[in-house]
């Protein structure tokens, strides 16, 4: 058992004993609403979002964005689940700001081990082989953080299986002071039809 294995087991026995009555939570969430949000670990939307088991939706993934999956999420946390409102939240100092799709594509054909990331950039330190499958796949990096979040909601909003009635807000989350950062042109887009 690795070390972290083994803390993981703990803290959920710890957890489990305190568990009381959430096994009765509904599940549709309490709130009605779902968080598309980073699955950066200084992110907290349990926290930053006032949550607690049973109040929301929250889907994660790299730079919180708008990919074919999140939507899936999204469409099916409305219509099976009932939430009527929804948040894209990325967040300052996000590692997708970090490289490009070509980036991405080359460190993978060099190898598929844990690359570096130095002042001149990401270096890879595996040893080979790599893949060129990395090519076939958007990463959906991110260049500017306003403009990505707009950039999802949008997508978003005009998707056809998403329901206009669902209004959609966009923001940024500062790392640094822990503050949720309205980005007004994305909740303007984002507003119900």
Not at 43 to 55: I, Q, R, S, Y
Not at 105 to 114: A, E, G, I, V
Not at 124 to 134: K, L, N, T, Y
Not at 146 to 171: A, F, K, N, Q
Request: proline share 5%; net charge negative.
């Amino acid at each position: 058992m690795t070390r972290v294995l083994d803390e993981v087991l703990t803290a959920n026995e710890a957890y489990a004993l305190g568990f009381g009555d959430k096994g009765a939570l509904a599940l549709p969430p309490a709130r009605r609403f779902a968080i598309l949000t980073c699955m950066d670990a200084r992110l907290d939307p349990a926290k930053f979002a006032g949550l607690k088991e049973g109040d929301a939706h929250v889907i994660r993934n790299a730079g919180g964005r708008a990919s074919d999956d999140a939507i899936r999420s999204l469409v099916i946390s409305h219509k099976l689940l009932g939430t009527n409102e929804w948040f894209v939240i990325h967040h300052t100092d996000c590692g997708m700001e970090t490289f490009t799709d070509e980036v991405m594509r080359s460190l993978l054909k060099n190898s598929l081990d844990t690359a570096k990331l130095e002042e001149d950039g990401w270096q890879d330190v595996g040893r080979g082989p790599g893949s060129a499958e990395g090519d076939f796949i958007d990463w959906l990096t991110i260049k500017n953080q306003s403009e990505s979040v707009t950039s999802d909601v949008r997508r978003i909003r005009s998707h056809p299986l998403v329901p206009d009635s669902v209004p959609i807000y966009g923001y940024v989350y500062d790392v640094k002071k822990g503050r949720l950062v309205e980005v007004p042109e994305a909740t303007r887009v984002g507003q119900p039809t």
